[in-house]
T-cell receptor, first 117, second 111 residues
């Protein structure tokens, strides 16, 4: 069975600095997808970035980037130049690369990020 | 694009009553997923449909919970004889390929 673990419960950083959030996963699948989502204070869950397990290059979208270390089953989220509005709960998730093209997401417990001025 | 729409946003039921939650996926998305979020359990998968057909309901409590997708524009999650432990935010998501896009959720409170 798949499992995703986020050990950091909460993080507080100063505005305009860089923060890294950790995530480790367990899977028996040889091919899978990893995601990071953000849940705002209003409860909205927003997709941020995806990493395909067969790609060696770390994904980057805007000021979000990933540190994918496949041998360690680790996928860290890096946010550079943090802004106040980055304050939210961040979830790591994974899904298998199903032959049917779709499969469920398995989520970590979430990391609460607070960006302070 | 309006995004995933869920109604109602809040629902309060008495113990033993029925609750029906509605989801309208993003137009053109062929997969619809249901999740539940609680403080204790976090985000849990319930069930999903592809092209309206049920594919995986491994997360659904076997009793009292059912889901349907009668057409490509909406899906329902029905909970019969609601119990206090059913209180949660129920989230619907739709997908075209890799990512899933979430609706705002329905907060169900069972008194």
């Amino acid at each position: 069975a798949q499992k995703v673990t986020q050990t950091q419960t909460s993080i507080s950083v100063m505005e305009k600095t860089t923060v890294t959030m950790d995530c480790v996963y367990e899977t028996q699948d040889s091919s899978y997808f990893l995601f990071w989502y953000k849940q705002t204070a209003s409860g909205e869950i927003v997709f941020l970035i995806r990493q395909d397990s067969y790609k060696k290059e770390n994904a980057t979208v805007g000021h979000y980037s990933l540190n994918f270390q496949k041998p360690k089953s680790s996928i860290g989220l890096i946010i550079t130049a943090t802004q106040i509005e980055d304050s939210a709960v961040y979830f790591c998730a994974m899904r298998e690369r199903a032959s049917s093209s779709f499969s469920k997401l398995v989520f970590g417990q979430g990391t609460s990020l607070s960006v302070v001025p | 694009n309006a995004g995933v729409i869920q109604t109602p946003r809040h629902k309060v039921t008495g113990k033993g009553q029925e609750a029906t939650l509605w989801c309208e996926p993003i137009s053109g998305h062929s997969a619809v997923f249901w999740y539940r979020q609680t403080i204790v359990q976090g985000l849990e998968f319930l069930t999903y449909f592809r092209n309206q057909a049920p594919i995986d309901d491994s997360g659904m409590p076997k009793e009292r919970f059912s889901a349907q997708m009668p057409n490509q524009s909406h899906s329902t999650l029905k909970i019969q004889s609601t119990q206090p432990q059913d209180s949660a935010v129920y989230l619907c998501a739709s997908s075209l390929a890799y990512e899933q896009y979430f609706g705002p959720g329905t907060r169900l409170t069972v008194l």
